[in-house]
């Protein structure tokens, strides 16, 4: 099981030094060299993923934008309709070529709130001539100094800067050629004079394929959110990285997610397709994470404690927030992080975080019943079921449909 997530970032700077944004580069690694993937669809489904599945944009990239490269594939997916529109710039890849798909995809993009870049510009009359059905949904012009001369480069400014796009020098490399570039109209600057790509990693609970297919597979069939929540709990390291998602800038939302369903209904069956295939255009077959012994470890104390609840009250919300203190119990070793940095990144509400931190609340005094249970220690068991005031054959029967159920289905 693969536990890295990995992107590299880049500043964008205006005239004056400021951070305007970054953009955000896929890594397989944590060096420059480690981006190899099957193509540039994977390339940004992959560093999406990292960032609102493990990282987080605002750990990231704080209130700035970011700037994320898109293929013809990724454009015209639609997948990209799931992020913030006021966060994110879809950067035109040189390579895409724009035909009848792409301009409408283009064109959709911009009437829904996205800025749109066009990325390592090059001013020739072939090049231009691809990107003219587009420019008027064009926001910013990334100007390649590398590859443009100096002619080609005041030439660029002089266009763009006529049809109202803002110019961005990219590649820049020394102050001489900031300057110059800034005199000629670039309002905005990126390259190694200001600072290289910086490599960040983080831990990631990887998800698998399998599950993703099963999920993207029910949800389209537009089902009751009943059903929709008992999928997503036989895969809970899937329904981790969907609170997860949910936390991160994409959302901009501060609701307190206490269980599946509210998560659910939080997202909406839209924007969940969307995510999901998202996930699945970044996977490349790993199917490990169901055979991990924690795994079967949280998914057994997850269906646990939700038995346990449900003898403790006859509301639904127990059930529910046990089920989920369950799953995420497990995850700092799954994870190999710390509980408070994963309970950090996901909103959980007060009972749920206080369980797992301190062991405060019923949900804790059930977390630690199954500790001891665990454990085998008999004493705290049996204090335990006092303070909860659960008898010793509700744990036993509890215990038996837990252990016994097929937590793979």
């Given at each position: 099981m693969e536990n890295q997530a990995y992107l590299a970032r880049q500043p964008i700077v205006d005239k004056n030094g400021n951070l305007f944004a970054y953009e955000l580069l896929?890594?397989?690694?944590?060096?420059?060299?480690?981006?190899?993937?099957?193509?540039?669809l994977q390339a940004t489904a992959k560093l999406?993923?990292?960032?609102?599945?493990?990282?987080?944009?605002?750990?990231?990239?704080?209130?700035?934008?970011?700037?994320?490269?898109?293929?013809?594939?990724?454009?015209?997916?639609?997948?990209?309709?799931?992020?913030?529109k006021e966060r994110f710039v879809l950067e035109i890849l040189e390579s895409v070529s724009i035909d009848n798909d792409t301009i409408e995809a283009v064109k959709s993009a911009h009437t829904s709130g996205f800025e749109i870049a066009l990325d390592d510009v090059i001013f020739d009359a072939k090049i231009m001539k691809n990107v003219t059905p587009v420019l008027q949904y064009i926001k910013y012009a990334k100007v390649d100094l590398m590859e443009n001369s100096a002619v080609q480069r005041k030439m660029a400014a002089g266009f763009f800067k006529a049809k109202n796009v803002t110019l961005l020098a990219e590649k820049v490399e020394t102050e001489s050629e900031a300057k110059i570039c800034a005199k000629e109209g670039y309002e905005l600057f990126q390259g190694y004079f200001f600072a290289k790509p910086e490599n960040m990693s983080s831990n990631k609970l990887d998800v698998q394929m399998s599950g993703i297919l099963n999920l993207l597979r029910v949800i389209r069939k537009n089902p009751e959110t009943d059903?929709?929540?008992?999928?997503?709990?036989?895969?809970?390291?899937?329904?981790?990285?969907?609170?997860?998602?949910?936390?991160?800038?994409?959302?901009?939302?501060?609701?307190?997610?206490?269980?599946?369903?509210?998560?659910?209904?939080?997202?909406?069956?839209?924007?969940?397709?969307?995510?999901?295939?998202?996930?699945?255009?970044?996977?490349?077959?790993?199917?490990e994470a169901a055979n991990s012994p924690l795994f079967q470890n949280a998914m057994q104390r997850a269906m646990l404690m939700e038995k346990l609840a449900e003898t403790i009250s006859c509301s639904k919300g127990l059930p529910e927030e046990a089920f989920l203190a369950g799953i995420i119990s497990r995850l700092d070793a799954l994870c190999k992080t710390s509980m408070d940095d994963i309970l950090n990144e996901i909103d959980l509400g007060e009972n749920i975080s206080g369980a797992l931190?301190?062991?405060?609340?019923?949900?804790?005094?059930?977390?630690?019943?199954?500790?001891?249970?665990?454990?085998?220690?008999?004493?705290?068991?049996?204090?335990?079921?006092?303070?909860?005031?659960?008898?010793?054959d509700a744990l036993a029967s509890s215990m038996m449909e837990a252990f016994s159920a097929d937590i793979r289905a």
């Open positions: 896929f890594r397989s690694g944590l060096t420059a060299q480690s981006a190899q993937v099957t193509g540039q999406l993923e990292n960032v609102l599945n493990s990282m987080g944009l605002e750990k990231i990239a704080g209130n700035k934008k970011v700037f994320i490269n898109c293929s013809r594939d990724m454009l015209v997916s639609g997948a990209l309709g799931m992020l913030n059903e929709l929540e008992n999928q997503f709990r036989i895969h809970p390291e899937i329904t981790v990285n969907l609170l997860r998602y949910i936390n991160s800038a994409y959302i901009a939302t501060y609701h307190t997610v206490s269980s599946i369903r509210q998560a659910i209904t939080l997202v909406g069956q839209s924007n969940l397709k969307r995510w999901l295939t998202l996930m699945l255009f970044a996977r490349t077959g790993v199917d931190r301190n062991g405060s609340g019923v949900l804790g005094k059930l977390l630690k019943l199954i500790q001891a249970v665990e454990t085998d220690v008999q004493e705290n068991v049996d204090e335990l079921l006092n303070e909860l005031k659960l008898p010793r």
